[in-house]
């Protein structure tokens, strides 16, 4: 069992990546009929596209529609309040919130802003981190980030979190009182509400 680890988002990045840009890929896969697809508010820090390339590689496995701010051509071209106004519009209209939680999101005031909307527009059910780290490292100090549900691989059967498990990706909620709760990440996102 792991958390998501920067090497694993790089490998996933290049076993996608072909022909496409990460612009083109995302157009690509907006104008796939969207009606009935889980979409993704996906938090991140602008200046890490490596590992968000491999996240939407990712998540698009499970035939979900993800929204990349920066790509929204209705944004503000400058940072304004008016940024501010859409991205909050933008977590309320997805159906999901999803921050890809690296060293660098969480010490960013914008991804820290994006969680606490996302945590009040979805929480508990429809938010969840992918947590990131440099290969061998933790994440002492945002034990805040504890309360949220987090995406994590099982690399392969094993017993977790009170069951026996097959390898795959899945979401982990908070244990609350000894219980605790583990859902396929395919399940996670066909709930939309």
Not at 53 to 65: A, D, Q
Request: charged share 25%.
């Amino acid at each position: 069992m792991s958390f998501i680890n920067e090497t694993q988002l790089r490998s996933q990045r290049r076993s996608t990546k072909t022909y496409m840009t990460l612009n083109e890929s995302l157009s690509d896969f907006k104008n796939e009929s969207s009606s009935f697809k889980t979409k993704i508010f996906l938090s991140h820090k602008h200046d890490e596209k490596e590992f968000l390339e491999g996240t939407i590689s990712l998540l698009k496995n499970y035939g979900v529609e993800v929204y990349v701010d920066w790509l929204d051509e209705g944004m503000p071209k400058s940072t304004s309040s008016q940024t501010a106004v859409r991205i909050k519009g933008k977590i309320k209209e997805n159906h999901k919130f999803i921050l890809l939680a690296t060293e660098a999101a969480i010490n960013s005031k914008w991804c820290n802003w994006e969680l606490g909307l996302g945590d009040a527009a979805k929480y508990i059910d429809r938010i969840a981190l992918i947590p990131v780290k440099k290969d061998y490292s933790d994440f002492s100090g945002t034990e805040y980030l504890d309360i949220y549900p987090y995406i994590f691989n099982i690399d392969y059967y094993q017993y977790f979190k009170g069951d026996f498990r097959t390898q795959g990706t899945y979401v982990v909620y908070p244990s609350v009182n000894g219980n605790d709760k583990v859902v396929p990440i395919a399940q996670w996102l066909r709930n939309r509400y």
